[in-house]
């Protein structure tokens, strides 16, 4: 199985910026398409943002123009960068396999919190 380390997430005020990184145990970035996911307790998960093997993003209405997903093959490294910041963006991150199959495991995900 293939390991998912996300980093990045942290306690921003409104109108801020974060930085989230993906780093997956095996190179899978540049041949597999790829996504960021975000969920809040007692609700189920959400794509954010995803991007193909070919490098073509898709974001989730709620993201646009604001997230940008992005990858470095080189590094074998996915990202996203998310600006202006609100409260609706707060929950725990996570990367995977765009549509990931129900064995897929998931990582511990990361933290991010937007407050007033």
């Known amino acids: 199985q293939v390991q998912l380390v996300e980093s990045g997430g942290g306690l921003v005020q409104a109108g801020g910026s974060l930085r989230l990184s993906c780093a997956p145990s095996?190179?899978?970035?540049?041949?597999?398409?790829m996504a960021w996911y975000r969920q809040v307790p007692g609700k189920q998960r959400e794509l954010v943002a995803a991007?193909?093997?070919?490098?073509?993003?898709n974001y989730a209405d709620s993201v646009k123009g604001r997230f940008t997903i992005s990858k470095d093959n080189a590094k074998n490294m996915m990202y996203l960068q998310m600006n202006s910041l609100n409260a609706d963006d707060t929950a725990v991150y996570y990367c995977?396999?765009?549509?990931?199959?129900?064995?897929?495991?998931w990582g511990q995900g990361t933290q991010v919190t937007v407050s007033s």
């Open positions: 995977n396999f765009q549509r990931p199959p129900i064995w897929a495991r």
């Open positions: 095996a190179r899978i970035i540049s041949v597999n398409d």
């Open positions: 991007i193909s093997s070919g490098g073509t993003p």
